[in-house]
């Protein structure tokens, strides 16, 4: 697009929705910090707010929430090689669990999606 500044944001109206465009190819990037920022703002807009919060919010620690009718199933993979101990809150019910994923593995734990209470888990949930 000719006069488009290259470092700024584009956001359009669309229908009921926006078309929210970068110019600069942030996937491409060395870090994943503007991906996610861009993202994140994104998701802001659109009045999208995450089922969970992770605590501390690690990038160390990917998680997967996968909701069901009456569950969320939260799969919670370790990428580094130490144990991480987080505090997941459940924003439905706002039921909070202190856990430690162990170093590069992988650990499920299943919640009810209402109440909030621990249905299963691989690991310890405190």
């Known amino acids: 697009?000719?006069?488009?500044n290259p470092a700024k944001v584009l956001s359009w109206p669309l229908g009921a929705?926006?078309?929210?465009?970068s110019?600069?190819?942030?996937?491409?990037?060395?870090?994943i910090e503007p991906?996610?920022?861009f993202y994140r703002s994104a998701l802001m807009q659109a009045g999208?707010?995450?089922g969970?919060?992770?605590?501390p919010d690690t990038p160390a620690l990917?998680?997967?929430?996968?909701?069901?009718?009456?569950?969320?199933?939260?799969?919670l993979v370790s990428e580094v090689d130490r144990d991480i101990p987080v505090t997941l809150v459940h924003r439905d019910s706002r039921s909070r669990f202190m856990l430690t994923v162990p170093a590069e593995r992988t650990a499920l734990f299943l919640v009810n999606r209402k109440s909030g209470?621990?249905?299963?888990?691989?690991?310890?949930v405190r």
């Open 117 to 124: 209470r621990l249905i299963a888990s691989t690991l310890p």
């Open 62 to 75: 990917l998680v997967l929430p996968s909701v069901f009718e009456n569950a969320v199933l939260y799969t």
């Open 52 to 55: 969970f919060r992770l605590v």
């Open 17 to 21: 929705g926006r078309i929210i465009w």
């Open 48 to 50: 999208i707010s995450p």
């Open 1 to 4: 697009m000719k006069g488009v």
């Open 23 to 31: 110019p600069l190819p942030l996937e491409v990037g060395d870090s």
């Open 35 to 37: 991906v996610a920022a």
